[in-house]
Nanobody, 123 residues
């Protein structure tokens, strides 16, 4: 399994970024996927997930600002992040649940994790 996150960078507060997670080596279209974040000095935080049927879930802190999506034809998942805040700073990781059956917010349900892409929100 190969997972590659991209799209991170430095952005000013209030700005936007779109993260991508390209994955291969498993059946992408029948897997659930999520984004998680590790802020400096903090633990891993689940942010958002999407099942194979397209249903989604968000943690409260990003609801209304972040949008998760997937393109099965490209084996890629996205996270559109708007109205970014300094507290959104961290390494953003992609996670795969090949069973498509675990609770999206349960991080132990995921089989595979990417290395992450760094997002820094600062003026």
């Amino acid at each position: 399994v190969q997972i590659a996150e991209s799209g991170g960078g430095l952005v000013q507060p209030g700005g936007s970024l779109r993260l991508s997670c390209a994955a291969s080596g498993f059946t992408f279209s029948s897997s659930a996927m999520s984004w998680a974040r590790q802020a400096p000095g903090k633990g891993l935080e689940w942010l958002s997930g999407i099942y194979s049927d397209g249903s989604t879930l968000y943690t409260d802190s990003v609801k209304g600002r972040f949008t998760i999506s997937r393109d099965n034809a490209k084996n890629t998942m996205y996270l559109q992040m708007n109205s970014l805040k300094p507290e959104d700073t961290g390494v953003y990781l992609c996670a795969i649940d090949s069973t498509d059956s675990g609770p999206l917010a349960l991080m132990s349900a995921y089989d595979y994790w990417g290395q992450g892409t760094l997002v820094t929100v600062s003026s």
